[in-house]
């Protein structure tokens, strides 16, 4: 069974920096994508970053053009989105999600918030505030 687990969040101060990892595992394919999602609370989902494993092809939202970094290491199945620069819009509970059809980035956050992904991970709360 494909599962991805979310890990790195926290409390951080304006400004600040966090990392978020996004572990998989039970998969055997060669190709995965990997999508980051926040939701604050009272809002919508929003498609923040994704990467592709195998050529590593990434897109960002606008609002974290800059600031965020997302990338992988395929020894390890795990994605990282580097956090810089943390605003407090920012805050939200961050997931991860995969999708293992072969398409780019934008449909796979396209898939993500359509509900048709079926692999995501728990969640992890990011809290930016003085």
């Known amino acids: 069974q494909v599962q991805v687990v979310e890990s790195g969040g926290g409390l951080v101060q304006p400004g600040g920096s966090l990392r978020l990892s996004c572990a998989l595992s039970?998969?055997?394919?060669?190709?995965?994508?990997i999508g980051w999602f926040r939701q604050a609370p009272g809002k919508e989902r929003e498609g923040v970053s994704c990467?592709?494993?195998?050529?590593?092809?990434?897109y960002y939202t606008d609002s974290v053009k800059g600031r965020f970094a997302i990338s992988r290491d395929n020894t390890k199945d795990t994605v990282y989105l580097q956090m810089d620069n943390l605003k407090p819009e920012d805050t939200a509970n961050y997931y991860c999600?995969?999708?293992?059809?072969?398409?780019?980035?934008?449909?796979?956050?396209?898939?993500?918030?359509?509900?048709?992904?079926?692999?995501w991970g728990p969640g992890t709360l990011v809290t930016v505030s003085s």
């Open positions: 990467i592709i494993s195998s050529d590593g092809s990434t």
């Open positions: 039970g998969f055997t394919l060669d190709y995965y994508a």
């Open positions: 999600a995969a999708d293992f059809i072969r398409e780019g980035c934008p449909a796979v956050l396209r898939n993500g918030l359509s509900g048709a992904l079926d692999t």
